[in-house]
């Protein structure tokens, strides 16, 4: 299994432009989520979902998109970024039903800067 | 919604003691509260995790205590080796099974 994949690892954007971060999981989790590291401020919990098709706000949604139309992908889309959305993206997931539902597997981030 | 504070904010040990970091939540409905290890350039990785009904967990060098009353949760690092040097995460599971983090605290082994 690879895990939580996500890419791309850099990505450096100008005020207004989209972009799609990548989020793939090959251990058919249901839970999965985006979060935000900032410096001092941990992570941030941006959006979620629990299957496909279903998605939710976290705490700090604006300025973000996602959608689930499969098990394994959850893109967040930047439509038109801004330089307070630089930071360090994380992808995570974790199984609804079975014996470990509480523990998230986190992926590599993504490391984004906003010119 | 819940609310998770961690102390301190960086811890310097030598090389072979101890270290405890403490974490404080908000919300007496939480039950689950895991502990993450980030080590430079990567993402977090869960080391330890403990769940309402116990007091107290260990694994070969770690270890995390509960106390439900207080509300507050630690983790122990003992015999301490540069390896363990990384920035480490609390967390508690919120209402709606989400997950709640302490802004994190950066433990620096000295050798």
């Known amino acids: 299994n690879a895990g939580v994949t996500q890419t791309p690892k850099f990505q450096v954007l100008k005020t207004g432009q989209s972009m799609t971060l990548q989020c793939a999981q090959d251990?058919?989790?249901?839970?999965m989520s985006w979060y935000r590291q900032d410096p001092g401020m941990g992570l941030r919990l941006i959006h979620y979902?629990?299957?496909?098709?279903?998605?939710d706000q976290g705490e700090v949604p604006n300025g973000y998109n996602v959608s689930r139309s499969t098990t394994e992908d959850f893109p967040l889309r930047l439509l038109s970024a801004a330089p307070s959305q630089t930071s360090v993206y994380f992808c995570a997931s974790k199984p609804i039903a079975g014996v470990s539902t509480d523990t998230q597997y986190f992926g590599p981030g993504t490391r984004l800067t906003v010119l | 919604g819940e609310n998770v504070e961690q102390h301190p904010s960086t811890l310097s040990v030598q090389e072979g003691d101890s270290a405890v970091i403490k974490c404080t939540y908000s919300?007496?409905?939480?039950?689950?509260f895991p502990w993450y290890k980030q080590e430079l350039g990567k993402g977090p990785q869960l080391i330890i995790d403990?769940?309402?009904?116990?007091g107290e967990k260990k694994d070969q060098r770690i270890a995390v205590t509960l106390n439900k009353t207080a509300k507050h949760f630690s983790l122990h690092i003992t015999e301490t080796q540069p390896e363990d040097s990384a920035v480490y995460f609390c967390a508690a599971s919120s209402r709606n099974n989400r997950l709640a983090f302490g802004k994190g605290n950066q433990v620096v082994v000295i050798p």
């Open positions: 251990m058919n989790h249901e839970y």
């Open positions: 919300d007496s409905a939480s039950n689950y």
């Open positions: 403990i769940r309402s009904n116990v």
């Open positions: 979902s629990v299957g496909a098709g279903i998605t």
